[in-house]
């Protein structure tokens, strides 16, 4: 990142994918599409063959799963099939590691964040199956939306740090995370301040502008944004809420959509792409909140459609931050949107009460 950010270096790599530490050999000349399956002069032909075929027999299991008749037998299938499909992604980021390990030093040498999405994904899947297995929490309650949003964020995080810290493709500095430096010096506290102070003062007319849109949007629609936040009937409720949704999963997030995505594509496609990509793939994840009941295909593309509009721009102001200041300034912004619609949500609970 710039001086201005978080203190390394701007990436300077703005050649595309297939030339950035490409080896020699067919595997590395000629249209991509027509040798996408070949094995010949890539560095491990095995990762790459197994990641291909444990990738598509998940998912073609999954789908056999989830048109099945016996709900409990498709259960069985689709998870089954997210254990195979996560297999095969963890081969497919393994084998990408091995083939970018020549790449220049300022360019990307990591996994794609769309494996790595695929892998949290899965991984969260399978973790959230396991704990309502042991545990039995509901995830429309307060304390079970906060157990799952942990369970996420530990998934990214630690598919960051498996993939990328530990495969050596990038360092936690280089995703944005500022030095130590000692308290005594009160540079670092100084610096978190401020990052902390511009993120405030940029997202909450972010949040003016994405109410009026919404609002808008609503009207045209017929339809509003899918709301994912459980009810509370309780102090304690709302606590448990406010640390779920303004505390655990901005950090979440943004450890791995500016942190790690943003970084990884800003160092092959420079910083306008990265910040355009890594929104888009923010929006379209945030998709997933949609809820619609059998039947009402309609309206469930009306949410979806709102919901993508709304969190697009969070996202460009978010990256902005990052690019700017950090991750610290980006995570800020990101509990800042969160605390304030929830505030916002309680307050209006209360006005309804009375």
């Known amino acids: 990142m710039s001086d201005e950010g978080s203190g390394q270096p701007d990436p300077v790599v ?16 000629g249209p991509p599409g027509g040798r996408i399956f ?11 063959l197994i990641g291909w075929l444990a990738t598509a027999i998940g998912l073609a299991t999954i789908f056999v799963g989830l048109l099945a008749d016996s709900p409990s037998a498709g259960s069985v299938l689709v998870v089954i099939g997210v254990v195979v ?26 996994p794609s964040p769309l494996i790595l999405f695929g892998i949290t994904f899965g991984g969260t899947v399978i973790a959230s199956v396991l704990l309502d297995a042991l545990v039995r929490l509901d995830p429309t309650m307060p304390v079970g939306f906060l157990v799952g949003l942990i369970v996420t964020a530990i998934s990214f995080a630690g598919t960051v740090w498996l993939f990328v810290v530990r495969g050596g493709a990038l360092s936690w500095r280089q995703m944005g995370w500022p030095d130590w430096v000692p308290p005594s010096e009160g540079r670092l506290l100084a610096r978190l301040v401020d990052d902390v102070a511009l993120a405030v003062t940029v997202i909450l007319p972010t949040i003016v502008g994405v109410s009026i849109l919404g609002g808008i949007l609503t009207g045209l629609l017929g339809s509003a944004a899918p709301s994912v936040v459980p009810a509370a009937q309780t102090g304690p409720d709302w606590v448990v809420l406010f640390l779920a949704a303004a505390v655990v999963a901005p950090i979440g997030e943004e450890v791995f959509f500016r942190g790690f995505a943003l970084t990884a594509w800003w160092r092959d496609l420079g910083p306008r792409s990265a910040l355009i990509r890594a929104s888009f793939l923010f929006a379209l994840v945030h998709i997933l909140n949609v809820q619609a009941d059998q039947g009402q295909a309609g309206s469930g593309l009306a949410q979806a459609a709102i919901e993508f509009a709304i969190i697009l721009p969070v996202g460009f102001v978010l990256g902005w931050l990052f ?3 950090g991750i610290v300034a980006s995570i800020a912004g990101h509990m800042t949107y969160n605390g304030v619609f929830l505030a916002l949500l309680l307050l209006d609970q209360m006005r309804v009460a009375t």
Request: proline share 11%; net charge neutral; aromatic share 8%.
């Open 14 to 29: 703005d050649e595309p994918d297939d030339k950035v530490g490409a080896g020699p050999g067919p595997a590395s000349s």
């Open 323 to 325: 690019i700017r200041r």
């Open 85 to 110: 499909l996560l297999l095969g992604l963890a081969f497919a980021a393994g084998y990408q590691l091995v083939a970018r390990a020549d790449r220049p030093a300022d360019a990307y040498r990591g």
């Open 38 to 48: 070949s094995l010949e002069g890539r560095p491990a032909p095995s990762l790459y």
